[in-house]
DNA sequence: CTGAAAGCGCTTACAG
DNA sequence: CTGAAAGCGCTTACAG
């Protein structure tokens, strides 16, 4: 390993100028396409570049332009199949826009705000639901800082701009799905994390459906789901164990989903036919499972694409939508009975 | 949304300096705990800091120590599975020594060497299989960028560190299992992208089980899987339609077995009573298939955290293994017919 | 169309 | 233990 102690040799826009017999000014308006520049200069500026394998110094830029053509991303997890079509909408935004990612996962909170500092260095932030203590989001908005809340609404007194689904509509939705066309009496409502605004607002829609079809709603019903497989399967193990009333399941996420239908094939207990299944996501995992699952198609690319764009209206200084809901999709499979 | 055109009132070290009545040379001693600063220097330093809400700009700290604390990830995709643990790997070592993460999925390259420009502002690397050509990986390793390979042996003639785990071994003795225990002679390969190493491999770790077992090599047995679940799917569905001759199915990854299982699943097949299916991985996912799934443990966290380790050695200058090499291990379930 | 010069906000020998 | 000053590599009015 020789090699491994060697310097890369920094050349700079001087030693650009230089070759190209002009100053750096110039050589900065080329880069940049800010200003004229002469066809004739363009072409040894070209050449010189490809001969000196010139690279710009982001730092110099940043520093020089205010700017960090960052855009950072606050995670709760970078787990689940949820995140990689949210991280690849905002991708292609932003990258189209000209600025890399920073991928935060909300473990490490140093900075003054309990924030990790490098997010200060960003010219503005995703914030996923959860990721980041309210307060905190606050403390941020009151410094001025860019962001776009993603399946959070802004917390009082701030007009941060959010993007979300509908995600009480949608549940109450599925649910009725499974009273009306399926018969179900007895469903279990597999619920998510109660501090997930989402997860809060889909067991709500649960609830409508109950209401609307004249069912009592039941508190034994609902268990905790977690959005995590293992929580889900653990959760209705357990309720298998202890009772047997139950015709459906409705999970708060597909991953739950996966969990559901672990325990119940475990228990020996039919799919559909026994028990119908339905999830929320519509994660591409959902149409492998057995039975392939009926569940709520959340545009999560849209999803992510979507707050990039109001991210970036706000970094612009443009006025970007307070409140985007995106809509989603009955997706029927088989696991409900279908 | 009157703040969205609100500036961020930038402090900088000499406006701690000013507050603190000391050089910005202290402020940065202090910063940086490399040089001496008395008791109570410290005391009014830590106050002013908190008081002007203080954050040093990466960019001015980059520039003036022409390191950019961040390392870069190159990937040839950011879905599945496979590559969550990965990152969370990588994350957890460089996370703790400081540096921040740069995720690049190779759709973009635009520097001069068929690189993103953002890469020559990491401080180093990380490669994985197949997101870069060979010769750019060449020309990268000439500049003198610090990296390490993953799941991918360094090219003729450089140097670079790599981090794989055992591909060939471990296929063979999930295959001979397979053989062995359960009797199947009739074996489909559905291999993963012959680009790949590590799927190049794998293929030739089920052709020295057939070998060692006496059985005959048919390459009419051999499939695309791609890593995929969608691919895997439809490569068997069509195998089955024109043929029925075979008793188990070794797949690339844990993923191409999700597709295999879903068209089992559909053509009636009973797994693992008819046929038996193994995979490679043992990603998350696999525990919970139905039925669940015999596969290989890879330690997809601790390769990440060893290929970043071998990283921030590079970048020391210190000297790390050329070639590093991780156990797997035999995951016995249900869908072999354990 | 082009250049000289100031400035972005840090760090780092060097002197004291 | 502390400070003055040069330097990191760009960009951006301003003047020509």
Redesign the pocket.
Known sequence: MTRSNSQVI?????DVARRA?????????F??A????????RQRLEQAMLDLN????A???S????QSRMIGIFLSSIYGDFFTPLISGIEEVTAAAGFDLLISTANQLNGPQDLPMAMFNTDGMLVFADSLPVNTIQRCYELGLHMVLIQQSAPHGTLIPSVTIENRQASRQVVSHLIEVHGRKRIVMMAGPSSHEDAQLRTLGYKDALHAAGLKYDPQLVLTGGFDRQIAEASLKQFIAQNWDFDAVFTGDDDAAVGVLAALSKAGIQVPEEVSVVGFDNQLLSAYLVPPLTTVNVPINQVGQTAARQLLCLMRGEHPNLVTVLPTELVLRHSCGC
Do not use: M
């Not at 017999?21 to 308006?29: D, M, Q």
């Not at 010139?54 to 110094?57: D, R, T």
């Open positions: 920094s050349i700079t826009i001087r017999g002009v100053s750096v000014a110039t050589v900065s308006r880069l940049n800010n200003g004229p520049v002469a066809q004739d200069t010139y690279v710009p110094k730092a110099a830029r520093l020089a332009t205010r």
